[in-house]
């Protein structure tokens, strides 16, 4: 039987495997490498789910119509 992870734990889990992986080094940036690590996958999914409807997705990640076409062009998601 396959473990179920909440979204929790997997990102504790790959928050630790890689300040392991630094061996000591400081890392910088991270709540900006984190961020941008997460929001293309969730804008991916999100779009996808919500069928390419933007005004969908805005509702359900809880962002204005516009801030959502921001993000997806900053991604290259939409043109």
Do not use: Y
Request: with cysteine; net charge negative.
């Amino acid at each position: 039987m396959k473990q179920q992870n909440t979204l929790h734990d997997c990102v504790r889990a790959s928050m630790e495997d890689f300040f392991r992986d630094l061996d000591g080094t400081d890392p910088a940036n991270l709540h900006d490498m984190l961020v941008k690590a997460v929001e293309k996958p969730l804008l991916e999914v999100v779009m996808e789910q919500a069928q390419n409807n933007q005004s969908r997705a805005a509702q359900w990640l809880g962002l204005n119509r516009n801030t959502l076409r921001k993000k997806l062009l900053e991604h290259k998601l939409i043109d």
